[in-house]
């Protein structure tokens, strides 16, 4: 079988991306830790890190500009790199999951206030196929996309929820998937909870106002098999634009209404409504607890007035009439309304 290359970039502002120690957005901030926007991330501060999402390949690539040397490590293997602009890194790999981070190491003097600036990386991986995989683009009002919770539609071409523990799914075969949207709002960043066949990552974003980027990706999957993607509100507010799969071009797309959606869409709703239902039975046992603390509280009566109290409202006996046993005789008048009175033979026979 002949094999194909699939590249993805993950720009500076995915959320995918960990930077550290501290961030800022503010134009004009303080120049520690990183600053970043929509174009690039920029740093001048030893020590500084940039930690990359796990992710499946078997190549990686970084673009930017270094006035400074700076530390690369993959899969527990340190490299020390100097000045560059353009790619200022790549490096090939065995195919498979990897790790890597990048951390800003001293320099001389003259680099000492040099900056390293990262625009964006890509991530590559080879597939043994019979047909090239072809992505195919599931917008916010695609069949296949399934949501939890309360939602709102902007224009067509963005899902939002304010509602933490709103969720949308979707199912899916091919050998990749990500995810776009915006990073952020101008009040709060966000952030959010993907679940991929059982697998949870919690990811924070590192913009805000950003209209798009990349909100998750994963490749190395099988196409053989049918897969699950959830993604769960964790904030105050999240949202998408779209849901990419990258599989074969004779396979049709997995839809909501398809034989195997209903059992993975509740393999993956089963623990969310599982820790609701937890919460609701430790408030209906608080709800009880108290109540029964309420009737222990209540004072009892004594004496001649509560055992007359306790004739009054004894069981009452055979020949005693039941309210409802007054059924009701419907009246109409001609020309006017219904009217209602109690059956007297009734009463007179009780």
């Given at each position: 079988m002949p094999q194909f290359v699939l590249n993805y970039t993950l720009d500076n502002t995915s959320p995918l991306f960990n930077f550290g120690p501290r961030i800022g957005t503010a134009a004009g901030a303080d120049q520690s830790g990183w600053q970043i926007n929509a174009s690039f991330a920029t740093t001048s501060d030893v020590g500084a890190t940039l930690q990359f999402p796990p992710f499946y390949g078997d190549a990686v690539s970084i673009y930017g500009s270094t006035?400074?040397?700076f530390d690369i490590t993959i899969d527990k293997q340190t490299t020390s790199h100097s000045l560059a602009s353009g790619v200022i890194f790549e490096w090939g790999v065995a195919q498979g999951t990897h790790n890597l981070s990048l951390t800003m190491v001293p320099s001389s003097s003259e680099e000492a206030d040099a900056e390293f600036v990262f625009n964006y990386a890509t991530i590559s991986s080879a597939y043994t196929l019979d047909q090239a995989p072809v992505e195919v683009i599931y917008g916010v009002n695609s069949d296949p996309v399934v949501y939890s919770g309360n939602w709102s539609m902007?224009?067509?071409?963005?899902?939002?929820?304010?509602?933490?523990?709103?969720?949308?799914?979707?199912?899916?075969?091919?050998v990749a998937i990500a995810v776009s949207g915006p990073s952020g709002t101008v009040s709060s960043a966000g952030s959010y909870a993907v679940v991929l066949d059982g697998s949870t990552s919690f990811i924070s974003n590192n913009t805000v106002d950003i209209s798009n980027t990349q909100l998750f990706y994963q490749g190395g999957l099988d196409p053989e098999k049918q897969h699950t993607i959830t993604l769960v509100n964790s904030d105050s507010s999240f949202a998408f634009n779209s849901i990419s799969v990258w599989g074969v071009d004779d396979e049709e797309p997995v839809t909501s209404s398809s034989g195997g959606s209903h059992t993975n869409i509740v393999e993956i709703v089963v623990p969310i409504v599982a820790v609701v239902a937890a919460l609701l039975i430790v408030a209906g046992a608080f709800l009880f607890r108290r109540r029964r603390r309420q009737r222990q509280r209540r004072p009892t009566l004594t004496g001649p007035f509560a055992m007359r109290l306790s004739r009054s409202f004894a069981k009452p006996g055979s020949s005693a009439l039941a309210l409802n046993d007054l059924e009701l005789k419907t009246e109409r008048a001609v020309d006017g309304p219904y009217t209602a009175s109690p059956d007297l033979e009734q009463l007179h026979k009780a």
């Open positions: 006035g400074r040397p902007f224009l067509n071409t963005t899902a939002q929820t304010n509602v933490f523990g709103a969720s949308v799914s979707m199912n899916f075969s091919g």
